[in-house]
């Protein structure tokens, strides 16, 4: 498993994240405290804090090219 912080503020940038995210066979969560989605799921994610920031759990060891494809919503 693999953890990144990422943010998405805008309605736009959760539009690109699922685009992106759907594009990979591997099984992505969003974790926001104690609140867990399916990184794939657009619905899911509106029901997130979005103001603050996310923490991303990919479910693979080898994500390198999802996280070359999400490094605009990387934080730090």
Known sequence: MRAVN???SL???VKSFV?????????????VGRHVVDGKSILGIF?????KPIT??????????LMEDIKPFLIG
């Not at 685009?19 to 974790?31: S, V």
């Not at 029901?47 to 103001?51: E, T």
């Open 6 to 8: 990422i943010k998405l």
């Open 11 to 13: 309605a736009q940038n």
């Open 19 to 31: 685009n992106i995210a759907n594009r990979y066979p591997y099984d992505i969560d969003l974790r």
């Open 47 to 51: 029901s997130l804090d979005l103001s």
């Open 56 to 65: 991303l759990e990919v479910y693979n060891d080898n994500c390198d090219d």
